[in-house]
């Protein structure tokens, strides 16, 4: 089974200031983490991937992510906000070679990032 | 490149009417997905297909059904539509990064 955790439901930052959006996960073997992004009635756009390889994963937009394999969590990092961050954030994990591939989604992060 | 393409946008239906819902991507994928969004929740799975001809069951299959005859086309059906199929669905596809349509939103009365 695999299972993500977004422990928090919104996270409030102000432009200009560093942000993190958590995530935690479960899996039995060896995790693919994503995290996506979804605006206001849009669908989610996909942000960055790990796989494998370097922890530090770079993606679009410049939000990076770091894969923690002792802690099971791939947070979400930016250097610095911009009030065009606010969105809804989700983490989803699948194990290489899952039927399908599937992935599964926490429950999503709410970001405001205040001007 | 139009990527992944959902219609309709928006959609009422009455409790035990019928409906199709479409979807259609262009990138030549073999895997595509239908999920469901709750308000306030993640995405779970409804149905999957790694290829044209092949489907399988999700995590919350019950109450659609799906088919997959060519690559690019893999429709939802919802037969006999209840309140608590009212939800926002999005399709996607691809099978190392799967990349998702503007979905559909859905609600029965």
């Known amino acids: 089974a695999q299972s993500v955790a977004q422990p928090e439901d919104q996270v409030n930052v102000a432009e200009g200031n560093p942000l993190t959006v958590k995530c935690t996960y479960s899996?039995?073997?060896?995790?693919?983490l994503f995290w996506y992004v979804q605006y206001p009635n849009r669908g989610l756009q996909f942000l960055l991937k790990?796989?494998?390889?370097?922890?530090l994963v770079k993606g679009s937009y410049g939000f990076e992510a770091e894969f923690n394999k002792s802690q099971t969590s791939f947070h979400l990092k930016k250097p610095s906000a911009l009030v065009s961050d606010s969105a809804l954030y989700f983490c989803?994990?699948?194990?290489?070679?899952?039927?399908?591939?599937?992935?599964?989604f926490g429950g999503g992060t709410r970001l405001m990032v205040k001007p | 490149n139009a990527g992944v393409t959902q219609t309709p946008k928006f959609r009422i239906l009455k409790i035990g009417q019928s409906m199709t819902l479409q979807c259609t991507q262009d990138m030549n994928h073999n895997y595509m997905y239908w999920y469901r969004q709750d308000p306030g929740m993640g995405l779970k799975l409804i149905y999957y297909s790694v290829g044209a001809g092949i489907t399988d069951k999700g995590e919350v299959p019950n109450g659609y059904n799906v088919s997959r005859s060519t690559t690019e086309d893999f429709p939802l059906r919802l037969e006999l539509a209840a309140p608590s199929q009212t939800s926002v669905y999005f399709c996607?596809?691809?099978?190392?990064?799967?990349?998702f349509g503007p979905g559909t939103r859905l609600t029965v009365l």
């Open positions: 996607a596809s691809g099978k190392d990064t799967q990349y």
């Open positions: 899996v039995s073997g060896n995790p693919y």
């Open positions: 989803a994990v699948r194990v290489h070679n899952n039927a399908g591939n599937m992935l599964t």
């Open positions: 790990y796989i494998t390889g370097d922890n």
